[in-house]
């Protein structure tokens, strides 16, 4: 068990529809990043949160957004959802450098 | 442009045998080096690091290599164990001097591994 909490772990919806995923950071741990894998690639870093602050962002479309909160939480929003969003997201945790601690995912089915 | 690579999807040994998994990379700012295990139905589990001042780190069964002049580090497991069987991946990262990057992880596609008993 990593410590880092992901929910749902999976999560069915239609196109054009919106969702949020949830991640809480282990106890301690400041900064929070986004990482999406699809079918037959890697994981690919979407964006991070350092202490509530957006720290740094990558690949990730504009339909996404992401929060971090007071509390350390953090919520990954996908609007408009199309077919080619159906993958596992991971949440990973640091406490502010490496090596990052990733929760088991949630895993997004857009039909 | 894939900037990690794992160039085979798939590592077969028997157990008590050596597992080397393989990692190139391209990007020269990258400084900062990690393997991760995953099993199914999980997220990634860190593994072991390495820093591009070190060419070499143990931590048990594990040892990893950095030969940055080939951009290319290993990840070494000895002896290899059927609990072993599971996806490695290969990450890297800037960290940089100022210690003000971001520490987000590049991954490789991934290398299934697989112990035979």
């Known amino acids: 068990d990593s410590g880092v909490t992901q929910t749902p772990k999976h999560l069915i919806t239609a196109t054009g529809q919106r969702v949020t995923l949830r991640c809480s950071p282990r106890s301690g741990d400041l900064s929070v990043y986004w990482y999406q894998q699809s079918l037959d690639q890697g994981l690919q870093f979407l964006i991070q949160y350092y202490n509530g602050e957006e720290r740094a962002k990558g690949n990730i479309l504009e339909r996404f957004s992401a929060q971090q909160f007071p509390d350390l939480h953090s919520e990954l929003n996908l609007s408009s959802l199309e077919l080619g969003d159906s993958a596992l997201y991971f949440c990973?945790?640091?406490?502010?450098?490496?090596?990052?601690?990733f929760g088991d995912g949630t895993r997004l089915s857009i039909l | 442009d894939q900037q990690v690579k794992q160039n085979s999807p798939s590592l077969s040994v028997q157990e008590g045998r050596i597992s080397i998994l393989n990692c190139d990379y391209t990007n020269s700012m990258f400084d900062y080096f990690l393997w991760y295990k995953k099993y199914p139905a999980e997220g990634p589990t860190f593994l072991i690091s390495i820093s591009s001042i070190k060419d070499k780190n143990e931590d048990g069964r594990f040892t990893v290599f950095l030969n940055k002049s080939a951009k290319h580090l290993s990840l070494h497991i000895v002896p290899s164990q059927p609990g072993d069987s599971a996806v490695y991946f290969c990450?890297?990262?800037?960290?940089?001097?100022?210690?003000?990057?971001?520490?987000?992880?590049?991954f490789g596609k991934g290398t299934k591994l697989s112990v035979i008993p």
């Open positions: 990973a945790s640091s406490e502010i450098h490496l090596p990052q601690h």
């Open positions: 990450a890297a990262s800037r960290v940089g001097g100022s210690g003000a990057g971001s520490y987000q992880l590049t």
